[in-house]
């Protein structure tokens, strides 16, 4: 039997592989930090936490640091962030058949009285809360809880809680917040929530790998906060050829002006392909399905001028990695964004109209009208 057991361990085992990486995170002082990751391999790895290549040690500074391994998400909790915790926090598995690391910057932000998000020392959470929160105590249980999940971009995907509120008022109730790594989500084309007759829920229309991540579902009342979080999967769909690079992540615009806009993105979260050599971007008019490719020959960084727009007009972007075997899909589409001077775009109000699109008039346009 220990021979055969031995056999069985020589076929499993194998070096740490990382399947999700950690992220970069932007904070205000005083808010706390959480770095997650997933490591695979077998003997189940060793992690060692670094800050700015030095070894972190929870035991020496209890207060500060928090060690956590659930499911082989490994994740550690930088609590009540000051400026001096700025810094590139790399994780390191380890087994005896190799290494395995990951890296991200964390950025601590000072702020002014004024920009200040929360009164000092009324907020002792670990995650940001808004400003209306339920001034009302309730006892709140978590019943039946959403778990770790698994699944393929494009599928539809809903996480829910069965949740006890006591007492249970109709017009008073504690107010329901989900997050991803600590980012409050809103209702959007992507996200749907719900909260009423005792569950919590948050729906996705349409997966992405930008939805992949650590999800927590907060209950705020008077009494404080009760949470619980799990990790959501998100495995890249089928590519369209075969060897083909997952799709690009993260696609935001910048510096939007009259006829150009920048675009960034991040690179596909996968390693199992040929590596990326490029990057097709294409734009939309909003409103119409007519896609339109920007650069010719695929660009080697992520990030990208679009020019030729038309004045006052409104485009989506989405990008296509290349590689030696062919185009990804395309990426999820980004936000809006108007070709506008930036002076032009302060006479301008955005109205959100519904499924997530948005109107864009223009002050100039409502004043003439109110003239007539």
């Known amino acids: 039997m220990a021979l055969e ?7 499993i085992s194998r070096a740490p592989e990382i399947l999700v990486r950690l992220r970069s995170h932007t904070v205000w002082e005083k808010m706390s930090v959480r770095l997650c990751f997933t490591v695979q391999g077998f003997p189940s790895p060793v992690v060692q936490w670094y ?10 500074d209890p207060a500060k640091y928090t060690v956590e391994n659930k499911y082989g998400v490994h994740v550690l909790h930088i609590n009540r962030a000051d400026f001096d915790d700025s810094a590139t926090y790399s994780a390191v598995a380890t087994n005896i058949h190799g290494q395995a690391s990951t890296n991200c910057a964390v950025v601590v932000r000072r702020f002014r009285e004024s920009e200040e998000p929360h009164p000092a020392g009324i907020m002792p959470f670990h995650l940001p809360l808004s400003y209306d929160v339920c001034f009302t105590h309730f006892d709140v249980q978590f019943l039946e809880k959403f778990g770790v999940t698994f699944a393929t971009e494009g599928e539809t995907l809903t996480l829910k809680c069965s949740v006890l509120v006591t007492p249970e008022l109709k017009r008073l109730r504690p107010r329901a917040e989900w997050y991803r790594d600590d980012v409050l989500i809103k209702d959007s084309k992507w996200t749907k929530l719900y909260f009423g007759e005792g569950q919590a829920a948050l729906s996705f229309t349409h997966l992405n790998k930008d939805d992949e991540g650590l999800y927590t579902l907060r209950m705020v009342t008077k009494g404080g906060v009760n949470e619980y979080s799990a990790f959501l999967f998100v495995r890249d ?14 696609v935001k615009c910048h510096d939007a002006n009259r006829d150009y806009v920048i675009v960034t993105w991040k690179p596909p979260n996968t390693t199992t392909q040929n590596p990326v050599i490029g990057y097709f971007v294409d734009k939309c008019e909003v409103g119409l399905e007519n896609w339109v490719q920007c650069n010719d020959a ?17 485009y989506i972007f989405r990008v296509r990695a290349v590689n030696s075997a062919g185009i990804s899909r395309p990426s999820r589409i980004s936000e809006p964004v108007a070709a506008l001077d930036p002076v032009d775009l302060e006479r301008t109000q955005t109205v959100h109209v519904d499924e997530g699109r948005k109107i864009v008039i223009r002050k100039d346009d409502l004043e003439g009208m109110l003239c007539f």
């Open 237 to 250: 769909a089928d590519a369209l050829i075969a060897g083909a690079p997952g799709a690009p992540m993260d």
């Open 298 to 314: 695929p660009v080697k960084i992520c990030k990208y001028p679009v020019t030729g727009l038309c004045e006052g007009r409104s």
């Open 5 to 11: 057991r031995h056999a069985v361990e020589e076929k």
């Open 51 to 60: 800050k700015n290549e030095e070894l972190i040690t929870p035991a020496s």
